[in-house]
């Protein structure tokens, strides 16, 4: 059994590490499991026992709040955070609380096995969350929706339909609060009265982009605004795809709407592949440029196509989830077997023909032409006279003119 | 050694047989590999030796033709073709003659191991050819490019870059010669001063459909028109089923533009898949029914997705000819490694900030900081001064607002 301080003393250590250590950070990371947070945060301050980078970058940070050198630094840091978050009305929230979700953790695994370039890619120390929803619970059945800021007309539209219909099914959307494809995405949980979660790369206060301020407000409100970056601190380039890990695995699979040959998106897209989740993209006219990047990913094996909301819960939904297969409409020559079919295609539309000769165009025998005729008289396609069979003349389309299977 | 009076037998046998039978059966494609084209003749029109069906069939069409009880009736037959493509400018290729793909043969194996329902897969008995040019040289290097009939505006930019790029990098476009889709990569590989073969489901004389008489007149002159019916044969749905097979048979692969959920095009990408030929699809909007059987298509397995000629070649050219990847437009800071690039991040862009302000932002170690600015400034991308760096005005697109990777 943990005891009540032993988790208080755990939380602290990681908001600490948190603020003091750049997320991602794999090397922070492997010496929290190895040696616990406590301790890691004791030997991040104290700068020994790691590296020489990680000292540096730990002392700067330091300095700069000017706690360096104080033996209770961590904790001053800590302390810090803890009041700034109650005075943003946010929350901090670790791996030692409840509403930790474990899907994090599966990036030890990304972290470990990736040969990513990048080593940013740990799990988060901790998050700051803003919005009436438990973390953990939240993202039980969610999905990423992600694309690129240079939304076209074709994308938003996709974004907003998916993110409405998987919300309306009780699926949680997850994006990034960016412009174009993830604000559509919001917007659209929102509208459907559903949950949507945005994973941002800059300080919980930040209404940023300053366009989606309004939207932001609302997720914080009714949703959830969750971030690793402590109170001040600026969107980066770097930041955004150290945080796309995050929005990878938070949810059960990752669903690229539109995306340039360089999109950010493809990043968030990779790090699902890597976390095995569901790698989900939408298709789009091969001229159109933001389009460009996801066709680069389906081109890729294990990048699954998906054109409905019905594919992408049979993708990552429970076993039975599945997407009713798409029909065209019916046509009553549909049940009609080959034979039968061949026989009716050498029947003619207006001149009543013998079914000997229909037997000679369609290459069957007599026989069999003699027997089905009349069975495709009582269907209703044929009438019969004196002079043979001609075609009904109501509804068939002009043979050769269908694109029929 | 072969003698000309038995390819002259063999060729008036396989005509004849391919004239009294309706194409691509089955029972007697198995029935001439066992004993041979001659006695595979005798044995229909004797009504020997041969399913009730068949027997029938045959006895049909030789009724028709007022030939039953002949007994020359395959020869009588197979010289009043002989006769015809004459009149009609036409000739008649079979597997004993050196203008016979090869290719065709491998429907043997589609005939023999497909699960498909239909069992009409069999090989070609004979083709009708008109056009100045060998038929198996012309399909040595060619590509199918099949779609939809109500084709969009977007299909038909598709299909026209496509045909009219293949054509020119030498690649002979094969198609059905229907509106749509067809139509319009006939008439792109012509535009190119390509080569085009148009494989029909109706006799060699019949301009159909109507709309494309002039096309299908100039690919007569200058490409090939090719088919398995005898002149006089109408096109039936059936046929266009039984001749796509022909169409995917014929080329390296299969390309599949535009296609509604029931498309025929569909059944050809199926034979293309079931013979072992590229399965090539061409993804579209989500919201265009003429992409849904696309998309359907590109959800299973061994479909290959393609967006540009280069990635048609790429899969059914020879070893080596690979498609250029598609990179974004190159940016300054691609080139710098992520140390570099997280320290660029923390330059403020009008502001100057000291090194070890830029390290605790960027959350690196001061060493790390003052050894990378004079470097980024040597590169160009800042400026010092006495107050440390910021960032040099130029062409730096606002922080967050890209989508780099």
């Not at 590490?17 to 990371?29: A, I, N």
């Not at 799990?123 to 939304?151: D, F, I």
């Not at 059960?252 to 709407?257: A, F």
Request: aromatic residues 4%; glycine residues 12%; negative net charge.
């Amino acid at each position: 059994m943990i005891h009540e301080t032993q988790v208080s003393e755990e939380r602290t250590a990681r908001m600490a590490l948190g603020t003091l250590v750049e997320p991602g950070c794999r090397e922070l990371g492997m010496l929290v499991r190895s040696v616990g947070a406590q301790e890691a945060l004791a030997r991040v301050i104290g700068g020994y026992g790691i590296s020489d980078q990680l000292t540096g970058a730990v002392r700067a940070r330091l300095r700069s709040a000017g706690l360096h050198g104080a033996a209770d630094a961590g904790e001053q840091v800590a302390a810090q955070m803890g009041e700034l978050a109650g005075r943003l009305g946010a929350r901090i929230v670790t791996a030692a609380d409840a509403e930790w979700p474990g899907a994090f953790d599966d990036l030890v695994r990304a972290s470990r096995e990736g040969n990513m370039l990048r080593r940013d890619t740990d799990p988060p120390m901790c998050v700051w969350l803003r919005g009436p929803l438990g973390l953990a619970e939240t993202l039980e059945r969610s999905v990423s929706v992600v694309g690129a800021r240079a939304v076209t007309g074709y994308g938003g539209y996709v974004a907003s339909e998916f993110a409405f219909g998987l919300a309306g099914r009780g699926w949680t959307v997850v994006s990034g609060g960016a412009l174009g494809v993830d604000v559509t995405a919001h917007r659209g949980a929102l509208i459907a009265g559903g949950t949507t979660v945005a994973v941002l790369a800059c300080g919980i206060e930040r209404a940023y982009p300053a366009a989606n301020a309004a939207v932001l407000e609302q997720i914080g409100a009714e949703g959830l605004l969750v971030t690793e970056w402590a109170p001040g601190t600026m969107p980066h380039k770097t930041r955004f795809l150290t945080r796309n890990r995050v929005i990878a695995a938070a949810s059960r699979g990752t669903v690229m709407v539109e995306a340039g040959s360089r999109s950010g998106a493809r990043n968030t897209l990779g790090y699902a592949r890597l976390l095995q989740r569901s790698a989900m993209v939408v298709p789009g006219p091969i001229n159109s440029a933001m389009s460009v990047g996801c066709h680069i990913e389906l081109r890729q094996p294990g990048t699954v196509l998906v054109t409905r909301v019905e594919e992408i819960i049979e993708e990552i939904g429970s076993v039975g989830e599945l997407a009713e297969p798409i029909h065209g409409a019916d046509r009553p020559e549909d049940d009609l077997d080959p034979l039968q079919a061949r026989i009716l295609d050498a029947v003619r539309a207006r001149r009543a023909t013998s079914a000997e000769q229909i037997a000679a165009v369609a290459g069957v025998s007599g026989r069999d032409a003699r027997r089905t005729l009349p069975l495709l008289e009582e269907l209703g396609f044929v009438v019969s006279s004196v002079d043979g069979y001609r075609l009904r003349s109501h509804p068939r389309a002009e043979v050769g003119e269908e694109e029929d299977r």
